[in-house]
């Protein structure tokens, strides 16, 4: 039992790491957010799709009443990653993604009311001292600049990723991860169409490389890595446990982009990666 835990440990650390890539790839492609999206989706749609017909994995959806959650938490999904590309232009990889993880705290409190569970104050404890340690690791700024913008569009990119995580906790025991992610890709491609005929695409072919590999090491391999390690972690220890994202994220940044971080990074970071210390140990299965 303690082997199996330290393996879904690792799975879920392991997709937090590919997922954090999204800071400094957002950061650096140089079109449109929904635009940025769509090309995300509709790649990841593909290499998900050949990977589950190469694993022999089923991509029939047995429950009808499974089609209305997939489809609400899709748009969920397409409107996280609009606002926190969004987040990462109008400011910088550290308050983009710093902002954005401030959704365990709101999935802490919205799970009971999801999933019909007893609230559990530790996860709301834990939540806060990410809170404190996001808000330590937080750059200074200026209240009239657009890093205020930045951090709003990164909360509501929070709000939108908590639902949608919760409404796919209800339904990840009956259906493989990559199935999940391909139909969440399926749809928000389908959705953003119409981006295509309003919206500047003339950066496609000198962006496509880091386009694919957002769409492949991102969203194919790591939103389906995550799905998986929602089969066992509740959402809030999930979301906690991930909240080392930000921590990968400034390091990439750092390595990539040349932002250096500031001292209150170590300290903020420091608080939030004992809460996925405690987190690890306190929601191992015995």
Known sequence: ??????????????????????????????????????????????????????????????????????????????????????ALKLSNVAIGMLSLFTFPVITALLEPAFMKTKFNPIHLVLGIIVLIGIYILAPEFNLESSDVKGILFGLLSALCYSIRVLILKQHVHNYHGSMLMFYQTLVITIALVPVLFFMDLSGFQSQFPYLLLLALLTTAIGHSLMVHALKFFSASAATIISSIQPIFGIILAFIFLNEIPHTNTYIGGALILSTVIIESVRSKKK
């Open 1 to 86: 039992m303690e082997k199996k835990h330290l393996q879904h440990l690792s799975g879920l650390i392991l997709a937090t790491l590919f997922i954090s890539t999204s800071g400094v790839l957002g950061k650096y492609i140089a079109m449109p957010s929904e635009v940025i999206v769509w090309f995300r989706s509709s790649f990841a749609m593909v290499f998900l799709y050949f990977f589950c017909r190469y694993k022999k994995v089923s991509l029939k959806v047995i429950h009808k009443k499974t089609h209305l959650p997939l489809i609400i938490s899709s748009l969920f999904m397409a409107g996280h990653w609009i606002t926190y590309f969004y």
